[in-house]
């Protein structure tokens, strides 16, 4: 099955659904167009609009940083403006990488712009895991892939899981660009997906044409589809994902566990929202949590034809408006939370994200709460209590060092900001035996 908030098929309603992720900049086009690129030399791959389609082979962007270099399996093909719909203006290209992650590899379509973005921030070179993640991935795996009577194929934990571990990591097979699928002729759009398929490595490509398929005519359709979930590539262009491994959760209403994607890593994990016990289903949610029951079940029904007997689908309608109820205040408290904080209401901010780190427990929705404690340790500095902000920090810090990320930036923004806290309180202290100093002389 495939994934929650922004899963994409190719029914009309879903098409739509894609035209709110696009923005006017990411359908610039650019002053020519290729049907194939030209086995040249290796060349840079210019972060602007390029004027020219990207070379084959080793590919970088800065001389000076040779480590953000990718060898392309294949030379990069893209498509001519006939493939384009009427008042089409893009210019999509396939970029293939076998070695990508240790031969997992990957097929990317769309701009080459963000794809030269994806080489500028390092996202394809194969870092080392944190300390973390290294004990986790020698440790018992969390999950199995098992029949699920009903479902076809499911996860469940294969040992107790913790609340707020991270059950699954996953990479991406293949990234398509919404844009792309908006505006291309179905038949190029097609042509150019089964070769993204066809150029994985076999291992890679096999996984992929074995997930579950859904009712759509042709094939790619049918996978993709089916088993892709929304992520951001930039500020400008949305795409949708296959993950093999997370396309093998299934749907509930009342899930277990969610996704986080790493744009440095392209890298995708499953977090627990709650302890789950061995041999339990871990579920995640395919739609919003916020959308109403009725809607929800449309939803499912129309997309992926799933008919939800989730716990909270057999509940009775008290416990389902109660559960509604909670979610949108939880919703509401959150955009709140951001209105003060943006408003400089620091106080009124620290009341609310304590009270939504108190109440999102009896929602079964709980946070991930190094990202509360950040938050927590940013207010409480802006307000100008360093002692509560320092505590904050270092819970902070210490959590985001055990949950053990992929990706770094939530840990060093932690580190940073500890760093900054603690030379305000040490400034503080300056300024005040300055004072005491001045007052005694």
Known sequence: M???????????????????????????????FFTQCPNAPPGPLAKNPITACPLPGLIGVIPELESTTIQWTYPPRCLGPE????????????????????????SIIGPASITADLIAQGAFIDRPDPPAAVKRQAGKPAYRVVDVPGKGKGVVAARKVKRGEIVMVDFPSVLISTGFIMVTKPHHRRRLMRAAFN????????????????AEKHLVDQIVGTNSNGVELGEEEGFVGVFVKVARINHSCRPNAYYRFSQDRLAMEVVSFRAIEEGEEITMSYVPLEMKHDERRHFLEANWGIECSCSLCRANDYDIGEAE?????????????????????????????????????????????????????ELYSLKGDLPEALRYARMALNEWVRFGSLDYSELEWAREALEEIVEKDAARTRQLLGIQKAKGG
């Open 325 to 377: 109820n909670k979610r949108r205040l939880m919703k509401e408290w959150k955009e709140t939370l951001q209105a003060a904080k943006r408003d400089k209401f620091y106080k009124d901010a620290i009341t609310i994200a304590q009270d939504i780190l108190q109440v999102s427990e009896r929602a079964d929705l709980p946070p991930l709460l190094p990202e509360y404690h950040d938050i927590l340790a």
């Open 199 to 214: 150029q994985l490595p076999e291992e890679t490509k096999e996984a992929v044409y074995g997930l579950r398929r859904g």
């Open 2 to 32: 495939a994934r929650p908030d922004q899963h994409v098929g190719f029914t009309p309603l879903l098409l739509t659904l894609l035209a709110l992720l696009m923005t006017s900049p990411s359908l610039a086009s650019t002053t020519s």
């Open 83 to 106: 493939s384009l719909k009427p008042n089409g203006t893009r210019h999509d290209c396939l970029f293939t990488s076998a070695e990508f992650r240790n031969g997992h590899g990957i």
